[in-house]
């Protein structure tokens, strides 16, 4: 496995693959971005390429967010990506992939972006589909695997794949959670041991609203307010705990596939977890 910090360099080293899989990260990895890596290997076969970008893209965070203090482990991040079947690791300096200031970004459509995670950390999916655009022009990939623990994040950069004529297959993982099913993230770091039993309480809430869902109650405003209090209740700050339709995140609707989202900051960490409910 190459480890490469330039443009440059990765173009070069990429030239005779022309299967490309492609998974993009902030770095402080665990076992979902592993097992995203290990969804690219298997998609492109024995024959193609699997990249993985490491870069902390400042334009994605809000001045008050985590920026300075998000955990940089590259060391350990390349030695996990090896044993996942990674070929390539994209590691660039901010110097590297924006030498200048990035005046030119990608705005993706309120009516998906300005909802949600884009309603709480404004701007935020501007950051994305800057960087990740840039970075499909960098490596070029036939297909990207994207979590769907950031589910928002997935359709938005779906709808800019399809909306660009990018030729790049988008394909979605599976959220990978710990054996007393807290969805993993970077940021779980940040708990401590008594946060991290708590932070059970999410998905649990989450389980609660689909339930009363499934049992015929259709206030849904009320069904959203209820499961909002409960955090609260438990010493929780939730933003928004909700149902939505699965293919715009617009509100529930029976009959159609369906996706219950959270963000709640449990303490000083801000957690977010979503569970997707077929169509009945």
């Not at 490469?4 to 998974?23: D, K, M, N, P, Y």
């Not at 402080?28 to 492109?44: C, F, I, K």
């Not at 990674?86 to 459509?109: I, N, R």
């Not at 940040?190 to 009363?212: D, G, H, M």
């Amino acid at each position: 496995m190459q480890v490469i910090h330039t443009i440059a360099e990765l173009r070069s080293a990429l030239g005779h693959h022309a299967q490309r899989g492609f998974v993009p990260t902030m770095g402080n990895l665990h076992d979902g971005h592993l097992a995203l890596v290990r969804q690219a290997r298997e998609l492109v076969g024995p024959a193609g390429a699997v990249v993985a970008s490491i870069f902390v893209n400042r334009l994605q965070f809000a001045p008050h967010e985590d920026f300075d203090t998000y955990p940089r482990t590259l060391e350990r991040d390349c030695e996990l990506l090896k044993g996942a079947g990674c070929d390539l690791v994209f590691a660039p300096s901010e110097q590297e992939l924006y030498p200048e200031p990035q005046g030119y970004k990608l705005l993706p459509p309120p009516e998906l972006a300005d909802i949600l995670e884009g309603h709480f950390r404004p701007g935020f999916f501007t950051g994305v589909c800057t960087v990740v655009h840039k970075l499909f022009n960098i490596v070029q990939p036939t297909l990207a695997v994207f979590g769907k623990k950031d589910y928002q994040q997935l359709m938005v950069i779906r709808r800019m794949v399809a909306q660009m004529a990018l030729p790049i297959a988008i394909h979605g993982g599976e959220t990978r959670r710990n054996e007393q099913g807290l969805a993993l993230s970077s940021r779980n770091g940040y708990l401590s041991e008594a946060e991290k039993a708590e932070a059970l309480r999410l998905s649990r809430t989450l389980k609660a609203l689909i339930a009363r869902w499934q049992a015929g109650e259709r206030d849904l405003a009320q069904l959203e307010a209820d499961a909002m209090q409960a955090l609260r209740d438990a010493g929780w700050a939730p933003d928004y705990v909700t149902l939505r339709r699965q293919h715009d995140l617009g509100p529930a609707e029976h009959g159609q596939p369906l996706v219950a989202l959270a963000a709640a900051r449990l303490g000083k960490t801000r957690l977010i977890d979503n569970l997707e409910l077929p169509a009945a």
